[in-house]
């Protein structure tokens, strides 16, 4: 009598060559997402995962190995989830890869209107060499990556557009116009006051104006700026305390001058406070969360390709230091 397991291992051995198994288990073990879609992946995955099935042989080590697998950005957000089986990180994985697939194809459309024959490119030499990596990211079906190339030309193009001669100083000697407020200080935005009568919520700030002025007969319209050439000088005149003191007091004013003191109609008195800056604030975030110590561990188990831990126990990826998914962080960054 044979059992099963016996006559599967003498069926492969007499039908599989022995090389065929060796070649396949290598190729699982080095098996890599590359330029392969996600289902692609898992299909391939599934396939060499048979021809070495005591790495595979627990639903951690399924996806473990197939984590390692995948593109960096996807392992840094799929790494501190868990998962219950493999589908379920498969089903993740793909949702997460139409999401990273639109956003790439919204940044070529903000590239490609923003990049052209019709736009600036006129006014840069040899905007088309500088530009060449970034407008290969353009052309259909290429997978969307943002190389080392691309990375030189975005900010050698960001130069040569907001330096001169694309931007210079106007010539004093010839004529120009300038449009600036009449209160000589600003341009000023009056849409505000009439914005407030026509909402169903206020928040406090509105509900003060409101009680302020709703005690005087008045109506409020609002006036486009570019209709309002001339706007009126003589209720918005600035106090000209300065030229005052120099008329009046002239050695007044030039004991101000040596000091560098000036007089102002309006102030307001502020204190400082120091607070740590963004990079500290992120470090200290990172202390004693279940996340960045998940990662530590798996740094230490050699499972965290890209991951460091600095002698200070911060977690950076690469060059770059890991931010929490915090609200209130993100709201600072």
């Not at 006129?122 to 290429?142: C, H, N, Y």
């Not at 798996?298 to 915090?326: H, S």
């Amino acid at each position: 009598m044979m059992t099963w397991a016996d006559f599967k291992l003498k069926f492969s051995r007499y039908h599989v060559p022995p090389g065929l198994i060796k070649k396949m288990r290598d190729e699982f073990r080095e098996l890599k997402q590359g330029r392969m879609s996600m289902v692609e992946y898992r299909d391939r995955f599934l396939t060499l995962s048979r021809y070495a099935p005591d790495e595979t042989d627990t639903n951690e080590k399924k996806k473990e190995r197939f984590l390692n697998g995948l593109h960096d950005e996807m392992q840094i957000v799929l790494v501190n989830i868990q998962f219950t089986d493999l589908e379920a990180l498969v089903d993740s994985a793909i949702q997460m890869e139409g999401k990273l697939n639109q956003a790439n194809e919204n940044r070529k459309r903000r590239m490609m209107n923003q990049s052209g024959p019709g736009n600036t490119s006129r006014f840069v030499e040899g905007f088309s060499s500088i530009a060449r990596p970034m407008t290969q990211l353009l052309k259909k079906d290429k997978k969307f990556e943002w190389t080392d190339k691309c990375e030189e030309s975005f900010p050698q193009l960001k130069s040569r557009l907001t330096t001169t001669p694309i931007l210079i100083m106007p010539d004093i000697t010839k004529p120009f116009d300038v449009y600036c407020d009449a209160s000589k200080i600003g341009l000023e935005y009056h849409k505000s006051p009439k914005y407030i009568f026509t909402q169903r919520e206020l928040n406090m700030r509105h509900r003060r104006w409101i009680e302020f002025i709703k005690d005087y007969d008045l109506e409020i319209h609002y006036h486009p700026g570019k209709a309002n050439v001339v706007a009126d000088a003589l209720s918005r005149q600035p106090c000209q305390l300065n030229s005052m003191i120099a008329e009046e007091h002239p050695s007044l004013y030039q004991e101000f001058e040596q000091f560098r003191l000036e007089l102002v109609s309006e102030g307001f008195l502020t204190s400082i406070e120091l607070q740590p800056t963004l990079v500290s604030q992120i470090k200290e975030a990172q202390k004693g969360n279940a996340s960045i110590d998940g990662i530590k561990h798996r740094i230490a188990a050699g499972k965290a390709p890209g991951f460091t831990e600095d002698e200070e126990g911060v977690l950076w990826y690469n060059d770059r230091l890991c931010v929490l998914a915090d609200s209130e962080l993100k709201q600072v960054i």
